[in-house]
């Protein structure tokens, strides 16, 4: 497919639990973004990354957040310890490295019993 | 002061009129503003970027630039009812990354 993947489309896991989002980027973007959208909220930046250089981590909420990719392609971000106010969508974007036009993945919905 | 400010809305204009949507940003250094629209549900979709002073117009979409005034608007020409949606400005921030406002909620009333 050409545009930006991400899986799953859906999560509901218990308190306490880990879960794994991942982020397939379009093919040749060297950039990738994850953001996080609560209930009626606009979008949360939570990590940036920038083909091989160290990524922007600033909005990552605490410490229970990680994010990595690995090749430079594919990205997985780790909640531990799931809490209840980490319900919302959890959405990706890349682009490339000279043109900042984000592309948007479909979204992972996680919610947190 | 927050980095992009968008007033969230609603905005309810009649079908065929002219929608505007505002939005103001903090870094005078910034240089790539986008405009992206969001239907309920669904992700954010690009619909116009501008990177110099002055309109850009794509179809029924004009957005406009004002750097001095820090000032970015998006004008939907012949408003339809599928154009009912959330716009979200954005702004390139320091080191490449985008801010966004928290969205206009646009309502087309047939």
């Known amino acids: 497919g050409a545009g930006v993947s991400q899986s799953p489309s859906n999560k509901v896991t218990e308190k306490g639990k880990d879960v794994e989002l991942r982020c397939d980027p379009i093919?040749?973007?060297?950039?990738l973004y994850w953001y996080r959208q609560s209930l009626g909220q606009g979008l949360e930046f939570l990590i940036y990354f920038q083909g091989n250089s160290a990524p922007d981590k600033s909005g990552l909420p605490s410490d229970r957040f990680s994010a990595e990719r690995t090749g430079g392609s594919v990205s997985t971000l780790t909640i531990q310890r799931t809490q209840q106010e980490d319900s919302a969508v959890y959405l990706c974007a890349s682009t490339t490295r000279t043109v900042y036009e984000q592309y948007f993945g479909p979204g992972t919905r996680l919610t947190v019993t | 002061q927050k980095e992009v400010e968008q007033n969230s809305g609603p905005l309810s204009v009649p079908e065929g009129a002219i929608a505007s949507l505002n939005c103001t940003y903090s870094d005078r250094g910034s240089q790539s503003f986008f405009w992206y629209r969001q239907y309920s549900g669904k992700s954010p979709e690009l619909i116009m970027s501008?990177?110099?002073?002055g309109d850009k117009e794509d179809g029924r979409f004009t957005a406009q630039l004002n750097k001095a005034s820090q000032y970015v608007s998006l004008l939907i020409r012949d408003s339809q009812p599928s154009d009912s949606a959330t716009y979200l400005c954005a702004v390139i921030h320091q080191g490449g990354k985008l801010i966004f406002g928290q969205g206009t909620e646009l309502s087309v009333k047939p």
């Open positions: 093919s040749g973007h060297t950039a």
């Open positions: 501008i990177y110099s002073n």
